[in-house]
């Protein structure tokens, strides 16, 4: 296990289709996050699970948007009838612990773009 | 008010001159702070972190940061840059109290080294 892994890495798509983005955590890792990062900002908090529960989630993550975990392992994340301002970077990071001092760990990445 | 203010977005420096990228943050509480880097279709790797142990952190690279509880900063620094030092920095503050379970992340300075 080298790390986070994510897919695809890029996503390009039609305003209005669904799409569903993966991420596979370091084994173990018990939490989970999910952030999007635009042109020019910093990564932005969506979401996080703490085993198999989605523990918070940000005011970002409007109805289109949905994240599962199920088992506990990996976790995908889905956007129905995107719209162009969904383009941007998705990035999924993992924890061991619940103590977040620890270092996360995050993906390459999944870029997405709405066309 | 932001929770992390990154003062530079963009810095250069000459290979062989010292770095500084600034970092203030916003926080009542007891913060950890955490400087992370990303380098171009690369994740994000954690340079350093700060956990109310010592104020002066040693990172990876030869990069350390100061905190400073007075001043709400916690600056980057290195003494001498390497060419690939260019990168993008982001400043990382996590406060449990005061933002829940989540990395807040700043808006993220482009480091530009010359030859």
């Known amino acids: 296990d080298t790390g986070v892994s994510q897919n695809p890495r890029h996503k390009i798509t039609k305003r209005g289709q669904n799409v569903t983005f993966r991420c596979d955590p370091i084994s173990e890792h018990n939490r989970l996050y999910w952030y999007r990062q635009t042109l020019g900002q910093g990564p932005e908090f969506l979401t996080y699970f703490q085993n198999e529960a989605q523990l918070e989630k940000s005011r970002l993550l409007s109805d289109r948007f949905s994240a599962e975990r199920p088992k506990g392992s990996f976790s995908t994340l889905e956007i129905q009838r995107t719209e162009q301002g969904d383009s941007a970077m998705y990035l999924c990071?993992?924890?061991?612990?619940?103590?977040?001092?620890?270092?996360?760990?995050f993906g390459q990445g999944t870029r997405l773009t709405v066309v | 008010a932001q929770s992390v203010t990154q003062l530079d977005s963009h810095v250069s420096v000459s290979e062989g001159t010292p770095v500084l990228l600034r970092c203030n943050y916003s926080s009542s509480y007891s913060p950890s702070l955490f400087w992370y880097v990303q380098h171009p279709n690369k994740g994000l790797q954690l340079l350093l972190k700060y956990t109310s142990a010592a104020t002066l952190v040693k990172g990876i690279n030869g990069f350390e940061a100061e905190f400073k509880k007075s001043e709400t900063s916690f600056h980057l620094t290195k003494p001498s840059a390497h060419m690939s030092d260019a990168a993008e920095y982001f400043c990382v503050v996590s406060d449990q109290a005061e933002y829940g379970n989540k990395l807040v992340f700043g808006a993220g300075t482009i480091l530009r080294v010359k030859s």
């Open positions: 990071a993992s924890t061991i612990q619940a103590d977040l001092n620890t270092e996360a760990f």
